[in-house]
T-cell receptor, first 115, second 114 residues
Framework: AQSVTQPDIHITVSEGASLELRCNYS??????LFWYVQSPGQGLQLLLK??????LVQGIKGFEAEFKRSQSSFNLRKPSVHWSDAAEYFC?????????????FGSGTQLTVLP | SAVISQKPSRDICQRGTSLTIQCQVD?????MFWYRQQPGQSLTLIAT?????????ESGFVIDKFPISRPNLTFSTLTVSNMSPEDSSIYLC???????????FGPGTRLTVL
C-alpha cells in the first residue's frame, strides 16, 4: 500500500534561516505529489504540486520542492523563512484507488519560527 | 479554483447525539471527500462522496456511523452518528476535478463531544 513519511515531527528555525522539510513516499507508479500548509484554525492551502516535467517545482510564498525519483523523496525548501511561515506542513500523494483519486497524507511537520 | 464552505464551523455536542456537517462548493467538482483530523494528527480519509449513490468508505469507517450524502456536484453532507468523545476531531471536506489537480479544502468543522 502507498504511504507517505514525514520523518520530522517538529522543526524549529530562526527567522531568515533556510528550511528543508523532508517527505518520502512509497508508491509503485509515478505519483502526483503535493505540499499543503495548515495554519492554526485554518483549512489546508496548497503550496505546490508535481506530476511531471521539471523535477524542481516552484510554489507560493517562496517555497520550492524537488522530486527525486531515486530517493522517493519530495522535500520542501525555502531559502529564508519568515515568522508567518510557522504552521503545520503536510506532504501528500495522489493515488488511484480504483473508483476515485484520493490523497494520502503524511503525518505532518510542525514548523516553529524563532524571532 | 474552488471555494469550499462548511457549516457549522464548530460545535459542542453531547454523547449519543448526531451532528450533520454541510459542505458547499462554489463550482462543480468531480470528486468530493471527507477527512477526519484528530487532535495533533494528520488527515485520515473517511470516504469519497459519490453523486447520487452511496459513498465509498475507507477501512475503519462505516456508513452507519458516518452517513454521507451528495445530491449534486456542489453539495455534500457528513453525519457523525451516536457520538462519543472519541469522535472529537476536525472534519474537513475537500473537492477536486481530476487526478493531479489541486484538491480544495474547506475550513473544517471542529467537533467536541462531551
Amino acid at each position: 500500500a502507498q504511504s507517505v513519511t514525514q520523518p520530522d515531527i517538529h522543526i524549529t528555525v530562526s527567522e531568515g534561516a533556510s528550511l528543508e522539510l523532508r517527505c518520502n513516499y512509497s508508491y509503485g507508479a509515478t505519483p502526483y505529489l503535493f505540499w499543503y500548509v495548515q495554519s492554526p484554525g485554518q483549512g489546508l492551502q496548497l503550496l505546490l504540486k508535481y506530476f511531471s516535467g521539471d523535477t524542481l517545482v516552484q510554489g507560493i510564498k517562496g517555497f520550492e520542492a524537488e522530486f527525486k525519483r531515486s530517493q522517493s523523496s519530495f522535500n520542501l525548501r525555502k531559502p529564508s523563512v519568515h515568522w508567518s511561515d510557522a504552521a503545520e506542513y503536510f506532504c501528500a500523494v495522489d493515488v488511484d484507488s480504483g473508483s476515485a483519486r484520493q490523497l494520502t497524507f503524511g503525518s505532518g511537520t510542525q514548523l516553529t519560527v524563532l524571532p | 479554483s474552488a471555494v469550499i464552505s462548511q457549516k457549522p464551523s464548530r460545535d459542542i455536542c453531547q454523547r449519543g447525539t448526531s451532528l450533520t456537517i454541510q459542505c458547499q462548493v462554489d463550482s462543480q467538482v468531480t470528486m468530493m471527500f471527507w477527512y477526519r483530523q484528530q487532535p495533533g494528527q494528520s488527515l485520515t480519509l473517511i470516504a469519497t462522496a459519490n453523486q447520487g449513490s452511496e459513498a465509498t468508505y475507507e477501512s475503519g469507517f462505516v456508513i452507519d456511523k458516518f452517513p454521507i450524502s451528495r445530491p449534486n456536484l456542489t453539495f455534500s453532507t457528513l453525519t457523525v452518528s451516536n457520538m462519543s468523545p472519541e469522535d472529537s476531531s476536525i472534519y474537513l471536506c475537500s473537492g477536486g476535478l481530476a487526478r493531479g489537480d489541486e484538491q480544495f479544502f474547506g475550513p473544517g468543522t471542529r467537533l467536541t463531544v462531551l
